[in-house]
């Protein structure tokens, strides 16, 4: 069975950082992977997605996502981080079936 | 408006008392799936479907039932709810023209089970 897993539980950083959220999953084969987000009191939003092509991908709100087959990883990556960034951030990989496998998920607290 | 809408959107219930948690559609999509979530465990699938009166199950579905009589609704339940039912749960669709991959998802549905 597919698992993904995401390397942080909680990231805290200040405003205008950097951002790095690592995410691995376990399936071999051909994979779609999703990065969702989570606001505070809302539901999931997609905030980028890879099917293939060009592994590196750029998604809303200033985030990209680069895929790297050989590490099995699909990192979000932002420059600079604001306050209202902060979410819970959650990796998922569908394996062209109707299986979702979602992470743990990480949260991200952005302070002003 | 294109949106997955969820009913209770909070539920405090007592253990064994057959609950139904409903979700609808109403972009038309044939897949739809139940998720719950859990502190630490991210979202697990509970059931998907992916057309109308086409069920399967996902990662967690025991103590779980679903129905798919309509394209546009995909109700939840729940026949004798246990404690460890207690979660987070997540409605969410997508279309075949999207390879099924672009899932839109409900507000969620806060159940407490006593």
């Known amino acids: 069975a597919q698992s993904v897993s995401q390397h942080n539980h909680h990231v805290i950083l200040s405003e205008a950082a950097s951002l790095e959220l690592g995410c691995n999953y376990s399936y071999g084969g051909t994979v779609n992977l999703f990065w969702y987000v989570q606001y505070p009191g809302q539901h999931l939003q997609l905030l980028l997605k890879y099917f293939s092509g060009d592994p590196l991908v750029k998604g809303i709100k200033g985030f990209e996502a680069e895929f790297i087959k050989s590490k099995f990883s699909f990192n979000l990556r932002k420059p600079s981080v604001q306050w209202s960034d902060t979410a819970e951030y959650f990796c998922?990989?569908?394996?062209?079936?109707?299986?979702?496998?979602f992470g743990p998920g990480t949260r991200l607290s952005v302070l002003p | 408006e294109a949106q997955v809408t969820q009913n209770p959107r909070y539920l405090i219930t007592v253990t064994g008392k057959k609950l139904t948690v409903t979700c609808s559609q109403n972009?038309?999509?044939?897949?739809m799936s139940w998720y719950r979530q859990d502190p630490g465990l991210g979202l697990r699938q509970i059931y998907y479907s992916m057309n109308v009166e086409v069920t399967d199950k996902g990662d967690v579905p025991e103590g779980y039932k679903v129905s798919r009589k309509e394209k546009r609704n995909f109700p939840l339940i729940l026949e004798s709810p246990s404690p460890n039912q207690t979660s987070l749960y997540f409605c969410?669709?997508?279309?075949?023209?999207?390879?099924?991959?672009?899932?839109?998802f409900g507000p969620g549905t806060r159940l407490t089970v006593l």
């Open positions: 972009m038309n999509h044939e897949y």
């Open positions: 969410a669709s997508s279309s075949r023209a999207s390879g099924y991959n672009e899932q839109f």
């Open positions: 998922a990989v569908n394996n062209y079936g109707q299986n979702f496998v």
